[in-house]
T-cell receptor
Framework: AQSVTQPDIHITVSEGASLELRCNYS??????LFWYVQSPGQGLQLLLK??????LVQGIKGFEAEFKRSQSSFNLRKPSVHWSDAAEYFC??????????FGAGTQVVVTP | DARVTQTPRHKVTEMGQEVTMRCQPI?????VFWYRQTMMQGLELLAY????????DSGMPKDRFSAEMPDATLATLKIQPSEPRDSAVYFC???????????FGQGTRLTVV
């Protein structure tokens, strides 16, 4: 069975600073990996995804993530955060049946 | 603009009442998911369907929850009888095929008093 761990429940970052959110997964085969963002009262929006190929993937809103098989990680990064990036971020792993398993989420607070 | 539509957006009901939540997946999508989100448990997969057939509903309390897809344009999640611990946001999501992203609806916020 697949599982996802997001070690950081809460991160505070200054506007303009860089951001990195950690994600570790457990899955027996090559996983499908996703990062979603959720603003308050909203559904989840896909930021980016990894299926195969280049291990550095670019997403929307200036986000990128790097798949590292040796570390079972798929960390999300942004070089310079904006106040509008304050939200909750979820990492997810999908199996060959399409079942998505989400991590617990990381709440990002952006300070002026 | 294709989107997953969930109704109602908010529901307050008394304990013991039946609750039905509806989801209209994106036209052409053949996979539908139901998730429940709470502060304590996060996002839990309750059930998911492929081509209207249930693939996995092991996340659902079987005695009170049921999920169906009467047709390709409608998925339903019913709780009968509802309990205060069922208070949560219920999300429906749909996808096209294995490995592609799931598109989420806005959710139904359920409060059982």
């Amino acid at each position: 069975a697949q599982s996802v761990t997001q070690p950081d429940i809460h991160i505070t970052v200054s506007e303009g600073a860089s951001l990195e959110l950690r994600c570790n997964y457990s899955y027996g085969a090559t996983p499908y990996l996703f990062w979603y963002v959720q603003s308050p009262g909203q559904g989840l929006q896909l930021l980016l995804k990894y299926f195969s190929g280049d291990t550095l993937v670019q997403g929307i809103k200036g986000f990128e993530a790097e798949f590292k098989r040796s570390q079972s990680s798929f960390n999300l990064r942004k070089p310079s955060v904006h106040w509008s990036d304050a939200a909750e971020y979820f990492c997810a792993v999908g199996d060959s049946w399409g079942k998505l398993q989400f991590g617990a989420g990381t709440q990002v607070v952006v300070t002026p | 603009d294709a989107r997953v539509t969930q109704t109602p957006r908010h529901k307050v009901t008394e304990m013991g009442q039946e609750v039905t939540m509806r989801c209209q997946p994106i036209l052409g999508h053949n996979t539908v998911f139901w998730y429940r989100q709470t502060m304590m448990q996060g996002l839990e997969l309750l059930a998911y369907f492929r081509n209207r057939a249930p693939l996995d509903d092991s996340g659902m309390p079987k005695d009170r929850f049921s999920a169906e897809m009467p047709d390709a344009t409608l998925a339903t999640l019913k709780i009968q009888p509802s309990e205060p611990r069922d208070s949560a946001v219920y999300f429906c999501a749909s996808g096209l095929e294995v490995g592609t992203e799931a598109f989420f609806g806005q959710g139904t916020r359920l409060t059982v008093v």
